[in-house]
């Protein structure tokens, strides 16, 4: 690895004089689970490293009526823990808890796992249901942008060089509503989504008021199921209609082959994983 100057800015202010002055060989290092494996690999090879762990902003865990506020730099593991999370927004306890082994969720943070982009994301899908929008702060000030448009393409976000993703923030699900996330790997901990699907439902009068359902790995973006979720809503939840909207999700998905599933594979697991999702979905809302 080469040497590389390190600062650590006490305050998000701090952090972005540091980011304008630095230029673009300056990284920002959260949990380091990504960054520094590459660094070591010659990958990457900044000249300067901002380390956020001193800036309290990017390291908050709130949840109240309002909704879930997730700072960018808090770690999977104190996420996947959280009573509050596991209560009212269990799918993202869920996408949490999947990411590397426990030695990892202990670093990795939450910001870090969205910023790097990647189709597979674990994070993406739940918060994508959620609604969730991205705070990201610059030297214009804030910006919000809906989570959905915050991935651009592989590994591409909106984030200009000088921006960092303060946090996310996800809307109260509100009464009878309930979550899932589910994705398949070859193995247990340690690997990579082959699909993610995370479905969010809502209930009121017996019928389907509001769908999400958001799928990881069969696109170069995570994406939403629209379709899917159209054909749900307004109606009962029966095990024949999520049957129905799981074969529209998996029309829905563009997934390439490779060494780790073909195409086909992967249409076949979205409409395994959005039945699955949408049924425990539907229990945890109190169906």
Do not use: W
């Amino acid at each position: 690895m080469r040497r590389f100057e390190l600062d650590v800015p006490e305050t998000l202010e701090d952090c972005l004089h540091l980011l304008a002055t630095r230029g673009p060989d300056a990284k920002l290092l959260a949990g380091g689970t990504d960054l520094l494996p590459q660094m070591k690999n010659g990958v990457l090879t900044p000249r300067r490293v901002i380390d956020l762990s001193g800036i309290p902003r990017v390291k908050v865990l709130e949840s109240d009526a309002k909704g879930l506020r997730i700072g960018a730099a808090v770690p999977a593991r104190q996420v996947e823990k959280d009573a509050r999370v596991r209560g009212g927004y269990a799918s993202v306890a869920e996408g949490a808890a999947l990411l590397g082994s426990v030695q990892v969720r202990n670093l990795a943070t939450i910001g870090g796992n969205l910023c790097n982009a990647a189709p597979s994301a674990d994070m993406a899908p739940p918060l994508l249901a959620l609604e969730a929008v991205a705070v990201i702060a610059g030297p214009k000030g804030e910006r919000r942008v809906p989570l959905a448009d915050f991935f651009t393409g592989v590994r591409k976000t909106v984030l200009g060089p000088d921006e960092i993703l303060v946090e996310l923030v996800a809307p109260a699900p509100g009464p009878r509503s309930g979550g899932s996330y589910m994705r398949h790997t070859p193995r247990r901990e340690l690997d990579i989504a082959v699909v993610g699907v995370a479905s969010q439902v809502t209930l009121s009068n017996g019928v389907c008021s509001k769908a999400r359902i958001a799928l990881a790995a069969v696109a170069p973006t995570p994406v939403r199921a629209t379709s899917a979720e159209a054909a749900l809503e307004g109606k009962a939840l029966t095990p024949q209609l999520i049957a129905q909207a799981a074969d529209l999700a998996a029309q829905s998905a563009k997934p390439i082959s490779d060494q780790r599933g073909s195409a086909d594979f992967r249409r076949h697991l979205v409409r395994v994983l959005t039945r699955r999702t949408l049924t425990t979905a539907l229990a945890r809302a109190g169906a």
